[in-house]
């Protein structure tokens, strides 16, 4: 021992041990410093890698469900991929029968044709037609102004054979004088008209006469606003008939007193109730109602 002792002593001297010491203490407490860091960072390393763990947790389950939508998304888009099959056969179908029509409306157009050029046909057989009834029409008309003219002459004749009746009369009174002058009122001024039989008997006579020979009485009232009429026959006078059956309108005795002309106030196209909705819808449209 006391030579170790001894020993030592000369491996440190005394003055050295001081120092020496001193450098052990830092060496220790830097060596102890570096102990607590890395303790520190041991438990930030355990801290991160529990984190990490829980994040996998999280990613797995994430994941887990992404795999589930994925499972659906391949289920859906194998139904997709049916249905897309389904609308091609249909697309298919479609397209033969699409084919099938434009087939049919060629026919049509090829008919369509035909019926134009028939329907040509027909308009120059028209016209044809309208031309030979229209020199017909004139033929006819020529025709109805002979009539015309040989009506004239007839009446003029039955006039002339009634005046010459009246000049054989032995005594001409004043009821002769007359007749000789209503016929010839007849022949200047109604010469168009049916020969009328001149009576010699006096104007009360030929008033009973006229009346006997009456059968049907009718009225006509034809008024600003409204408008009707009524018959009866002489034989049932208690059985009065009024009318009322009107365009546009059945159960009043009196229509509407109103005329619709065309736009060029040259033809009447409708009257009475009729007419008047007609104007009134017309005004209602322009805003004057």
């Known amino acids: 021992m006391t030579n170790e002792c001894s020993n030592s002593e ?25 102990f607590i860091n890395l303790l520190e960072e041991n438990q930030r390393i ?13 990613i797995l389950y994430i994941n887990s469900e ?45 008919e369509n044709e035909n019926v134009l050029r028939i329907n040509n046909d027909l308009k120059e057989k028209l016209q044809k037609i309208d031309e030979q009834f229209e020199k017909l029409q004139q033929d006819l008309n020529l025709e109805k102004q002979k009539n015309k003219e040989i009506q004239r002459l ?13 000049l054989e009369v032995d005594e001409i009174d004043i009821n002769t004088i007359n007749a000789f002058k209503e016929n010839n009122e007849q022949e200047n001024c109604n010469i168009d008209n049916s020969p009328t039989t001149f009576a010699l008997n006096d104007s009360k ?30 034989a049932n006078k208690q059985n ?23 736009n060029e106030y040259n033809n009447v196209l409708c009257w009475g109730a009729e007419a008047l909705r007609a104007i009134t819808d017309y005004l209602r449209e322009i805003g004057k109602v």
């Open 10 to 34: 000369n491996l440190f001297p005394a003055d050295n041990q001081h120092e020496v010491v001193e450098k052990l203490e830092i060496g220790f407490k830097r060596l102890n410093n570096k």
């Open 46 to 58: 355990k801290q991160h890698n529990n984190n990490l763990q829980e994040e996998n947790q999280e």
């Open 66 to 110: 992404l795999n589930e939508k994925y499972q659906e998304i391949l289920r859906t888009n194998s139904e997709l991929n049916e249905k897309n099959q389904e609308i091609s056969r249909t697309n298919l179908e479609l397209n033969k029968k699409n084919q099938e029509i434009l087939r049919n409306n060629s026919n049509l157009i090829k």
């Open 154 to 166: 007839e009446i003029v004749s039955q006039n002339l054979e009634k005046n010459l009746k009246i």
């Open 205 to 234: 006579s030929l008033e009973k006469d006229i009346v006997k020979q009456i059968r049907i009485v009718v009225g006509l009232d034809f008024g600003t606003n409204y408008s009707g009429f009524s018959y009866c026959h002489v």
């Open 240 to 262: 009065i008939h009024s009318n009322n059956v009107w365009p546009g309108t059945v159960g009043p005795f009196k229509t509407d007193t109103v005329l619709q002309y065309d």
